[in-house]
């Protein structure tokens, strides 16, 4: 069976009512005529000077009244700032988030609605650990150290052990790999030189007390000298001990030399 169509010559839309379509049904519903047209009003100019745009609405074209719409003057040009607003920062010290309502960020204006206050539950804002100037978290801990102590049972050091980069890694030799100054590293590593306060040396290794070599706390880990001295002479094994001991006892070298059994 062949779909009914709109009866009007040149129309062939399909039928809804009375022979008509849609369009034209509404017409005819409202008007009595489907062929009815509403008759355009006489546009003239926009109130603006110098303006020959048409009329959109109370005498002003589109432009000029989307402009007095949002700025209140129809003249007056928005300039980027006022298009598009600067987010400012929220005002809880160390939040960087940028402010939604009242000069907060999200979580401290749902804070405010649900407590009646921005502060952290107990009044702790920081982190507790020494040094340690990130957002309270919970347990008085930021999110960085409570992960460390749900993990090994202590906080560990305020600074964090992945280094400048991001995402820590596993290798394929089994430790951790993070990035510091754009170069990848072993964490165990970056920990022990961060400690010390100076890089590692080429005859230094770290090594894992509890063999567990993704555990780099630095409890956890020893520095290893692997230099040996050269030959079996005593003569030697004394310059070698005296070059250990500068390098990591020099007070015990105050003393000075004691003499050296040839």
Not at 111 to 140: P, W, Y
Not at 228 to 243: I, N
Request: with cysteine; glycine share 10%; hydrophobic share 30%.
């Amino acid at each position: 069976m062949a779909k009914r169509i709109c009866k009007l010559e040149a129309c062939g839309l399909p039928h809804r009512a009375l022979g008509y379509c849609n369009r034209h049904y509404l017409k005819y519903k409202r008007f009595g005529d489907p062929h009815h047209a509403t008759p355009i009003a006489n546009q003239t100019g926009c109130a603006v000077a110098d303006c020959e745009r048409n009329v959109a609405s109370r005498g002003w074209c589109a432009l000029h009244y989307g402009r007095w719409r949002a700025t209140g003057d129809p003249l007056e040009v928005r300039t980027p700032e006022r298009i598009y607003k600067i987010p400012t920062p929220c005002l809880r010290r160390h939040c960087e988030k940028p402010a939604t309502a009242r000069g907060l960020c999200g979580k401290h204006y749902s804070r405010l609605l649900r407590t009646g206050t921005a502060e952290a539950r107990g009044g702790i804002d920081e982190c507790t650990v020494e040094d340690c100037f990130r957002v309270h978290k919970s347990g008085g801990f930021c999110g960085m150290h409570l992960q460390r102590v749900r993990k090994y049972g202590e906080p560990g050091p305020a600074y964090s052990l992945a280094g400048d980069g991001s995402p820590r890694r596993k290798g394929t030799n089994g430790y951790i790999m993070v990035t510091v100054n754009g170069r990848r590293t072993a964490e165990h590593r970056y920990v022990m030189e961060r400690f010390l306060g100076r890089p590692l040396r080429r005859d230094e290794n770290v090594h894992h007390v509890n063999g567990d070599k993704q555990d780099n706390r630095l409890d956890n880990l020893e520095l290893w000298n692997t230099t040996q001295p050269s030959g079996q002479r005593v003569t030697d094994k004394v310059e070698w001990a005296r070059e250990i001991l500068s390098l990591y006892a020099p007070d015990l070298l105050a003393g000075g030399d004691r003499g050296v059994v040839a």
